[in-house]
């Protein structure tokens, strides 16, 4: 299976880009990265996802290294109602599993 | 608001109780899931419905018994559970299982369960 590692956690100051960085390095090339977080006592809240390119919505930008190895999210300026859980994701093509990990304590400082 | 709604949202039961959780997607989803988040510990698959027809059971002791009657509403009856069962019970839904649709899951709320 393939599997993602993440810093169990992160500080980031409000107004500044979060970058949370993923490695998943066992990925094979049909496998995608998806981004959840959690917000304490909430359920898990879709991000964003990719596959080879980099990806940009209204919450947040993904890039994916070449070697599709390792990713970052990246959260352009981060709120405090930013601070939460990140989970990187990888799920096999195809298929409805998803792999999480314990995830990145992000936590947005005023 | 997801669009997928979890009742109760909280539970405390025996390890003699029989108790169901209750799970409902307005999304128009054809997948629906069950996690596990114990303290500390990653998110779990616990089953996947797809059509209403289970498509996974990731080795889950058979006191934890799911139900899908329909594509919007998924059960989890519960039976002598023990104390280490406590955990918050996730629901998801998505559009499609198994498929290279665009796939993420919309989690609901969770019911938070103590089994004492």
């Known amino acids: 299976d393939a599997k993602t590692t993440q810093p169990p956690s992160m500080d980031c100051a409000e107004g500044r880009a979060a970058n949370l960085p993923c490695n998943h390095s066992?990925?094979?090339?049909?496998?995608?990265v998806y981004w959840y977080r959690q917000i304490h006592s909430q359920g898990p809240q879709y991000i964003i996802h990719g596959l080879k390119n980099n990806e940009t919505n209204e919450m947040a930008s993904l890039i994916i290294t070449e070697d599709r190895k390792s990713s970052t999210l990246i959260l352009p300026h981060a709120t405090l109602r930013d601070t939460a859980v990140y989970y990187c994701?990888?799920?096999?093509?195809?298929?409805?599993?998803?792999?999480f990990g314990t995830g990145t304590r992000l936590k947005v400082l005023a | 608001e997801t669009g997928v709604t979890q009742t109760p949202r909280h539970l405390v039961m025996g390890m003699t109780n029989k108790k169901s959780l209750k799970c409902e997607q307005h999304l128009g989803h054809n997948a629906m899931y069950w996690y596990k988040q114990s303290a500390k510990k990653p998110l779990e698959l616990m089953f996947v419905y797809n059509f209403k027809e289970q498509t996974e059971n990731n080795s889950v002791p058979s006191r934890f018994s799911p139900e899908c009657p329909n594509s919007s509403h998924l059960f989890l009856h519960l039976h002598t559970l023990q104390p280490e069962d406590s955990a918050l019970y996730l629901c998801?839904?998505?559009?499609?299982?198994?498929?290279?649709?665009?796939?993420?899951?919309?989690f609901g709320p969770g019911t938070r369960l103590t089994v004492l």
């Open positions: 998801a839904s998505s559009q499609g299982a198994g498929t290279s649709l665009l796939n993420e899951q919309f």
């Open positions: 994701i990888v799920r096999y093509s195809g298929t409805y599993k998803y792999i």
């Open positions: 066992t990925i094979s090339g049909n496998e995608y």
